[in-house]
């Protein structure tokens, strides 16, 4: 089984700051994280190399120090890494980035199955995976909280909803992404380390995944941020309860009351 | 579709809504979606559509005319038992094909944000997620998407000027459905689904909803959050009673989840849920910036702990001193059972 591996750095999420003449996130001079979310997605992928065999191929698309999260990954059990990068990937939005991702994907040959986080806790956005599924015309399964049963041919996957969950059936080639209640990531040994370390990290480039420059970076992407701004400010007038048990909830219930929220 | 000479901006009309639609019935958030739709519709001169994929659905339009709807397109076919990503947006790619509406919308739940995503790259088109907050351009129809990024440390504003139709997931509980005028009217229009071959390639084969479990954090006005503090799993179960008696939603901090004490569904935070319910009673959760992330932007946020000095006691809007195993109980006491 060949298993992509997306994953993305993202920046510590109390460091956020935004590029007030860009408009876009500021990645220079932040200290940054493997997306918590792709752990997860890593650790199936080689959960399921340890049962099919074949291999675990990790990418990413970003700056070159993204090359960090990637040897992350690598020292978490993945085979490989290749990294996304060139100044034309720039501003790539999700429809962008789910567009490269594929052309990478396709020039590697294609996988078996792919694997994503749930969201990025940078954008939020969760449409990443979709976005690869659509692109490279494959079924998809999001949310997956548990990989129930799988065969070199078939995955079956229990997707978390609101209201429970379903199970469905994919046939392979497909894309799934995970939330973290799919695994225990395992920490990496030393061996491990030392060996993603010293690891090459071939870097690919909008040419040499066939992409359409037309269709990747700011000039590709449908969206564009066009503001950025504080959240509105918390109302400052907070109240301290203190007190007795029945005194303390008799005020809190009073509180909610008058707010007509019981 | 990116506009150009000859795909024009104008050819593209009205707002659409997504319905949501969960066990067979269309979800509240729907008519959330509608309201905010009438009003951009009203800018803008046109009308709001909602589009339902269903199984047995076609009774459920006259709700959603009653509430703002001019026109409903329903697709009732068995395949749309289940979630079916990959059906549902190829059904809808041939209806914004066919129909051709300048914005839609669709809420911001599991299957909203796993189906949107694959329409915008099908239809070649923009897509905001999780929004809480639109207006529109009266002049062009782009849509202002105001969303958090950042986990609510920052607040975004996004355009698609050079794209049609503008998608948009939406938050549920953020905007306001209208009140149900049954004298209104719209048109039904029916349509079928198309089978097609790639269909075979993801089955349903089973699904379970429960109401017992149901966590549906997304969707809840009042929710009551639990951490290292409640001690074990007996202590969700003083939440429970109290949620049950407002009418809310248990949550859980990521040590809660994490210790077994509640099954992962109900974690908020960074690697759970990100909420935005109107009321948030953390208790005996410190506030780390992880769960914070998660939950800051809901309206009135409450927190409960022993030690006055947490950081979610310092975000707090109503912050209680005490301790909650002798606060809940009196709380639930002096609640009336409804
Ligand atoms: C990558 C990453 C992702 C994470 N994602 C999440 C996430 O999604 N969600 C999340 O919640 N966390 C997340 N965390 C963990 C987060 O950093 C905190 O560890 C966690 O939120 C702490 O949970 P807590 O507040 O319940 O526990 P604690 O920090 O231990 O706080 C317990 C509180 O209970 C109070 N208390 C104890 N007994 C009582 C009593 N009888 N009455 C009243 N108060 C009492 C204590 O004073 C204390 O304030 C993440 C961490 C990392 C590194
Ligand atoms: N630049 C990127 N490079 C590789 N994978 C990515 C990138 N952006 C997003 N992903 C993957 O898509 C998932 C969802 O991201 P997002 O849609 O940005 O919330 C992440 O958890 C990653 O698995």
């Known amino acids: ?262 | 579709m990116r506009l150009n000479p000859a795909v024009a901006r104008g050819a593209f009309r009205n707002v659409w809504v997504v319905a949501e639609v969960l066990s067979g019935h269309i979800q509240p958030v729907t008519h959330e979606l509608v309201g905010a739709a009438r009003a951009l519709a009203d800018v803008r001169g046109s009308e709001v559509w909602a589009i339902v994929l269903g199984s047995g659905v076609a009774g459920q339009t006259g709700g959603l005319i009653a509430c703002g709807c001019d026109a409903v397109i329903v697709v009732d076919d068995p395949a749309f038992a289940a979630f079916n990503d990959e059906a549902a947006a190829r059904t809808l790619v041939q209806l914004i094909d066919k129909y051709r509406p300048e914005s839609v919308l669709c809420g911001a739940t599991t299957c909203g944000r796993a189906l949107i995503p694959r329409v915008a790259v099908l239809a070649d088109c923009g897509l905001t997620a999780d929004c809480t907050g639109l207006a529109i351009d009266p002049d062009n129809g782009d849509l202002l998407q105001t969303r958090p990024a950042f986990g609510g440390n920052i607040m975004a504003t996004i355009r698609c000027s050079n794209h049609r139709p503008q998608l948009a997931t939406v938050r549920p509980r953020v905007m306001k459905a209208l009140d149900a005028d049954p004298r209104r009217t719209g048109r039904v229009i029916r349509e079928p689904l198309t089978p097609d071959p790639s269909d075979a390639l993801k089955r349903v084969i089973e699904v379970f909803h429960s109401t017992e479990t149901a966590v549906n954090l997304g969707d809840a006005s009042f929710i009551i959050s639990g951490g290292r503090g409640l001690k074990g799993p007996e202590g969700f179960n003083l939440l429970r009673q109290l949620a049950s008696r407002v009418g809310g939603a248990v949550g859980a901090s990521r040590a809660a989840v994490d210790a077994g004490w509640i099954p992962y569904a109900h974690q908020v935070g960074q690697t759970g849920q990100t909420v935005q319910s109107k009321v948030y009673m953390a208790c005996a959760i410190s506030g780390q910036i992880q769960h914070l992330v998660g939950m800051q932007s809901c309206d009135l946020i409450i927190a409960l702990d022993k030690n006055p000095d947490t950081p979610m006691m310092q975000i707090a809007d109503i912050a209680i001193v005490g301790d909650l195993f002798e606060i809940l109980p009196e709380l639930i006491r002096q609640i009336p059972a409804t």
Request: aromatic share 4%.
């Open chain 1, 1 to 262: 089984m060949r298993i992509v591996v997306c994953i993305k750095q993202v920046p510590a999420t109390n460091d956020a700051s935004i590029d007030p003449e860009t408009k876009r996130i500021v990645r220079e001079g932040v200290k940054a994280i493997l997306n918590p979310f792709d752990t997860y997605a890593v650790e199936e992928g080689v959960l399921l190399r340890e049962r099919f065999g074949g291999e675990v191929v990790v990418l990413s698309m970003g700056p070159p120090k993204a090359e960090a999260v990637l040897r992350e990954a690598v020292s978490q059990g993945a085979d490989r890494a290749i990294l996304l990068s060139h100044r034309a990937f720039g501003g790539s939005d999700t429809w962008a980035t789910s567009y490269a991702l594929a052309c990478a994907i396709r020039k590697l040959g294609g996988a078996d199955l792919v694997i994503c986080g749930k969201q990025a806790v940078d954008g939020d956005t969760a449409q990443v995976g979709p976005g690869i599924a659509a692109h490279l015309g494959w079924p998809q399964a999001t949310h997956v909280m548990q990989v129930r049963s799988a065969t070199p041919e078939t995955l079956v996957a229990v997707r978390m909803h609101e209201d429970g969950y379903d199970v469905c059936e994919l046939t392979l080639p497909a894309v799934i992404t995970v939330v973290k209640d799919i695994n225990s990531p395992r920490v990496p040994t030393l061996r491990g380390r030392l060996a993603s370390q010293k690891m090459e990290i071939p870097v690919w480039t909008p040419e040499m995944i066939g992409a359409d420059t037309a269709k990747i970076g700011l000039d590709g992407s449908p969206t564009r941020v066009v503001k950025t701004e504080p959240p509105p400010p918390r109302n400052k007038a907070s109240r301290r309860i203190t007190g007795s048990p029945d005194v303390c909830a008799a005020e809190l219930l009073h509180e909610l009351r008058t707010r007509s929220l019981v």
